[in-house]
Structure formats: structure tokens, C-alpha cells
């Protein structure tokens, strides 16, 4: 996978120069690591297979680079399995207008079905399709299409594989594979209601194929805590990672999510200049910081700040979450270092950020109509985008479009952190997750995972590598 990767930007760069095909395998926009993987291993293995000697199979996550260090799961995975973030090419760095145009381009989606409005232009190239969610529009005949309702997209990408030929799969490959299907399921717990057969047959699979993959156990719980894992990050990324916000007449407040105690937020160098700046590049006139850390026993505790260089504004925001009674927040005062900032003991730690949003919703719905989201400052162009032109926004840090309810399939638990688990990603197939107190004390896990070890050998005599 390496040396795939290493090669991908030298045969982009020839297939232009002479004008050759180039087959792009593109992930979704929110770029969590289900994605960001079954891109890398589909066009691994298509590269590997291909017919086509000349064409370069490239994966693209679509996210611009600098919002790469956000998605903390996948560089955590990344890293582990030695894959130089130079090596992968993003979104901001291919013109797949212009390669269409030229007539170069065919396109792989994989992890979503549906392009977004601005690269409509580029859906008479689309010719294959692999999603594990429901299917909301057709595709022409010549657009090959997998579609099952699974627990992640990487176990469709896994099954390719096996149906095809099996020996171009590397340790590399199996284990980026393997650590997203055990991730996205929840580590198989059947409580949590993502895990289905075929997600436990084919990570059974790669275990049976590279038995040195860490165990499940293991690798998820090093997932998941590299998912809240904040530690890299500046200020302005540990805003962006969870961020929604929301627009009223004239007025735009942002909520973030961020995954350490308020008190060493707000001791972080210079924190109130990077909040201002925050808010003035992205045109926030608040900001309500929502801080969740947990105990040794996973006991969540929350916190919760309010920013304004407003004065009257950030006081009436605090008034309307103190006296919110649907749901109560149970907020008593904290010391505050600055003035622009007041923060809170949140007593209620079950109220979420999920939880949160309507109360400032109906605060701005208060203070006049809701009206379409404009934009009351000028944004840079390369800014990541934190707010929509046309409508009450709510975006995750991708910069991402909430998609119609029917498409989102749980999207509403997308960041939220009400659980001790990861949230529940964007490709979620239930809209709540049951494990909101985190795995079971006396798991089956293991149990489940010894019987699949016992019983692969049996799966794979049926698997399509001995038919």
C-alpha cells in the first residue's frame, strides 16, 4: 500500500501529461475513516487487478489537506500503519472538473452515492458505486452498483477483495480494513445495532488471512480514544473538529464540541485572540463551547462556556441556557479568566450538544423570525466553510451540507458525544445508538470473538478465494 500510494501523484501527473485515463476512487465529504479507507484500499486493489495497464487508479479524500489532522481516527490509523500523509492526495489538490472536461476522468464513489450539488457536473462519469446505505437516486446501466445495508462501507470494499483475488491483499491493506469494520460496529457488540453477519464474517476473514491484526478489543478501544484525542491540535482545529452553528435574524451562533475539561481549555496560550479570531473569520457573533472529559470509570462530565465580544448578546444567550427547562442544563458559575467568556458547571451531563442546539435555536427564534443564513462577513476563500449561504446552518468540520433526513440514516448523532462511545458516524444505519453507556460491563465480545476464530476455518472453506 505504501509504495501504491507513493506512486499515485507521479501517474496522476504522467496520465495528464499524455493525456491517459485516470480512474478516481472518491470517498464522502464528511471523510471519516470508513471512507477515507475504502477509497484507499478499493483503488489499491483496483490498481492491482485493472485490465487497463495505463489508467491510474487515484484515491481522493474529500476534504481539503488542512482538514486532514481534524479526522484524529485516521492519522492515528494512518501512522500506525506507516502511511505518510504526504503520499495521499485530497480533494484541494485534483481539478476532477478539468480532467472530465479533458475526457480523462471515470469515478468510483464509495462510502456515499449521491454527488453534492457542485460537482453535478461530474455524474456522467460516476461508473461504479459502493455504499452501505439505501439507495436515493438510479444510476445508468453501465454503473455498476453494490449496495447493502451493512455496518461499514469497508466491509463491502473487504468482500470486493475476496471475490477477486485475494493474494494482492497486503498486512497494510487488512489492517486498515480490519480497524475501520471493528471500529464502525461498535467492536461487533450487537447492542449497539451496526454489526451485521457479513461485517463479522469478513473481519473474521482478514483475521484468518493475517493472524498478527491486533485484536478487535484492542484496536478498538485504540480508535476510539484516538478519535477524541485533541492533544495535536491548535485551538481553531479543536473548535472545528465538532462544529455546528446556527443563524437567526442577523445574528450567527456556533456551538463546538470539545473533548477536554473547560478549565485546561481556557489555559490554553492565548485562547481568548484565537476565539475572537475564530468567530471574525467565520463571520459567529457567539460561540458556546460545550466541554465533555470522562473519569476513570467513564463517568462523563460536562462544562460549558459562552463567547461574545457582544455584550448584551452573550448575556442574553446565557439567560435563555440557564433558564431552559426542556431540558434543565443545571448550570452553576465558574471563574472566568476573560471577560468575553462566561463559563458554566453543566450538572445535566446527559444534555448534549444534540440536546443544546434547539434552546439556542428557539433563543434566536425569539429574538426575531428565522430567516435564511446570509453571510455578514467576508470569508477567506480557502476558509474552511462553517456556516451555509442559504439556510439555518448545521455542519460538521468537513464543511459538509446536512443531506435531506431520508438520506441520513442517524446524521443527527454525527459529533454528538452523548455516549461514551465514538459518535455515531454520518454512515450510521440507526438513529440511536443503545450503547449510550458504553460497551456492556460483561461483554460477550470475547466470547463472540473466540467462537468466530473456532468456527473461520469453516467460513472460509465457503469464502469466494476456494470457489
Given at each position: 500500500m505504501e509504495r501504491f500510494l507513493g506512486g499515485c501523484r507521479p501517474a496522476l501527473q504522467e496520465c495528464i501529461r499524455s493525456r491517459r485515463d485516470v480512474h478516481v476512487v472518491l470517498g464522502n465529504e464528511a471523510c471519516d475513516l470508513d471512507s477515507a479507507v475504502s477509497a484507499l484500499a478499493l483503488a489499491y486493489f483496483l490498481a492491482k487487478v485493472s485490465p487497463e495497464p495505463r489508467a491510474a487508479f487515484i484515491p481522493v479524500l474529500n476534504i481539503p489537506r488542512a482538514d486532514f489532522p481534524l479526522r484524529t481516527e485516521s492519522t492515528f490509523l494512518f501512522k500506525e500503519q506507516r502511511l505518510p500523509e504526504s503520499a495521499i492526495i485530497f480533494r484541494d489538490e485534483i481539478d476532477l472538473l478539468a480532467l472530465h472536461q479533458a475526457g480523462l476522468l471515470s469515478l468510483t464513489l464509495v462510502d456515499h452515492h449521491v454527488l453534492p450539488s457542485q460537482d453535478a457536473g461530474l455524474e456522467e462519469t460516476v461508473v461504479e458505486v459502493i455504499d452501505h446505505r439505501p439507495l436515493e437516486q438510479g444510476r445508468g446501466p453501465s454503473c455498476r452498483i453494490t449496495s447493502e445495508l451493512v455496518g461499514s462501507c469497508a466491509t463491502l470494499v473487504t468482500e470486493k477483495i475476496f471475490q477477486g483475488r485475494v493474494e494482492v491483499l497486503d498486512q497494510t491493506t487488512a489492517a486498515l480494513l480490519h480497524g475501520t469494520i471493528v471500529l464502525d460496529c461498535v467492536n461487533m457488540a450487537p447492542e449497539a445495532g451496526k454489526v451485521t453477519p457479513k461485517d463479522v464474517r469478513f473481519a473474521s476473514l482478514l483475521e484468518y488471512k493475517f493472524p498478527d491484526l491486533p485484536p478487535r478489543g484492542v484496536i478498538f478501544e485504540a480508535l476510539q480514544n484516538a478519535k477524541f484525542d485533541v492533544s495535536g491540535l491548535t485551538t481553531e482545529q479543536m473548535l472545528r473538529k465538532d462544529l455546528k452553528a446556527v443563524s437567526g435574524k442577523d445574528v450567527v451562533i456556533a456551538l463546538s464540541s470539545v473533548y477536554v475539561t473547560l478549565q485546561d481549555f481556557l489555559r490554553r496560550p492565548a485562547v481568548e485572540q484565537d476565539l475572537c479570531a475564530f468567530c471574525r473569520q467565520r463571520g459567529y457573533d457567539a460561540l458556546v463551547v460545550m466541554a465533555i472529559s470522562f473519569n476513570e470509570q467513564n463517568d462523563p462530565s460536562r462544562q460549558l462556556a459562552v463567547y461574545s465580544q457582544q455584550g448584551a448578546l452573550q448575556t442574553a444567550v446565557c439567560q435563555s441556557l440557564e433558564d431552559s427547562s426542556n431540558p434543565s442544563l443545571s448550570l452553576s458559575p465558574l471563574e472566568s479568566p476573560h471577560p468575553t467568556l462566561r463559563a458554566y458547571t453543566q450538572g445535566n451531563a446527559t444534555a448534549s450538544r444534540k440536546k443544546v442546539l434547539p434552546i439556542v435555536k428557539d433563543f434566536l427564534r425569539d429574538c426575531g423570525t428565522m430567516q435564511p443564513c446570509r453571510k455578514t462577513r467576508a470569508e477567506p476563500a480557502n476558509a474552511s466553510p462553517g456556516r451555509a449561504d442559504s439556510r439555518p446552518l448545521e455542519r460538521g468540520a468537513a464543511g459538509r451540507k446536512d443531506p435531506p433526513k431520508s438520506q441520513r440514516l442517524g446524521d443527527d448523532?454525527?459529533?454528538?458525544?452523548?455516549?461514551?462511545?465514538?459518535?455515531?458516524?454520518?454512515?450510521?444505519?440507526?438513529?440511536?445508538?443503545?450503547?449510550?453507556?458504553?460497551?456492556?460491563?460483561?461483554?460477550?465480545?470475547?466470547?463472540?470473538?473466540?467462537?468466530?476464530?473456532?468456527?473461520?476455518?469453516?467460513?472460509?472453506?465457503?469464502s469466494p478465494e476456494k470457489k
Open positions: 448523532l454525527l459529533g454528538d458525544e452523548d455516549t461514551h462511545l465514538p459518535p455515531t458516524p454520518m454512515n450510521s444505519l440507526v438513529d440511536e445508538c443503545p450503547l449510550d453507556q458504553g460497551l456492556p460491563k460483561l461483554s460477550a465480545e470475547a466470547v463472540f470473538e473466540k467462537f468466530n476464530r473456532i468456527a473461520v476455518a469453516r467460513s472460509c472453506e465457503d
